[in-house]
């Protein structure tokens, strides 16, 4: 996945297809599930909404879903795991929320609030390529273990 911004305008590339905003869930759902031969109807069907309803979730008319339908349209969708957490990103962005598959760890983790408030106080001190580096730093280590 590569993200790319200009000014307003940002731009994800994924395997080889580029989603760009306003309505970037909605884009990204229509082309998956272009992608993958469903019409709107059955993918509507499948999510049990109404045509309507999902055309306007497709459109940006109306918010993207909870999480619970994402991890459905997830599902039918195929969607890698990648995939996933972007399209999580992105529907919690159209939603104007926090990725809504974080508050409850965050909620439950003393860590997780601890290190996020560090990374808050760095940036409000203009230290942000601090936070940045040690969330990179974070992130290697995360990834060393799968």
């Known amino acids: 996945m590569v993200k ?9 590339v994924i395997e080889g ?9 909605g884009d990204f759902v229509v082309e998956k599930r272009k992608n993958r031969g469903l019409s709107l109807r059955r993918m509507a069907d499948l999510l049990e909404l109404s045509p309507a ?13 909870a999480l619970p339908k994402l991890m459905e349209i997830a599902q039918l969708l195929g ?23 974080l508050p409850d760890y965050i909620k439950e983790s003393d860590l997780a ?4 408030r560090k990374a808050r106080k760095k940036g ?13 730093e974070f992130i ?4 060393v273990d799968e």
């Not at 790319?4 to 994800?12: D, F, L, Q």
């Not at 409000?124 to 990179?136: I, N, Y």
Request: glycine share 4%; hydrophobic share 35%; charged share 30%.
């Open 4 to 12: 790319c911004t200009h000014g307003s305008i940002h731009a994800v």
């Open 17 to 25: 297809v580029v989603f760009v905003n306003p309505n970037r869930f």
């Open 53 to 65: 309803y999902w055309s306007d979730i497709e459109k940006g008319r109306r918010n993207p879903p």
């Open 79 to 101: 969607l890698s795991q990648e995939e996933t957490d972007f399209m999580i990103d992105i529907a919690s962005q159209d939603r104007d929320e926090i990725p809504m598959d």
């Open 113 to 116: 609030r601890i290190a996020l």
């Open 124 to 136: 409000e001190q203009g230290s942000s390529e601090v936070a940045d580096r040690a969330w990179k």
């Open 140 to 143: 290697r280590a995360l990834d």
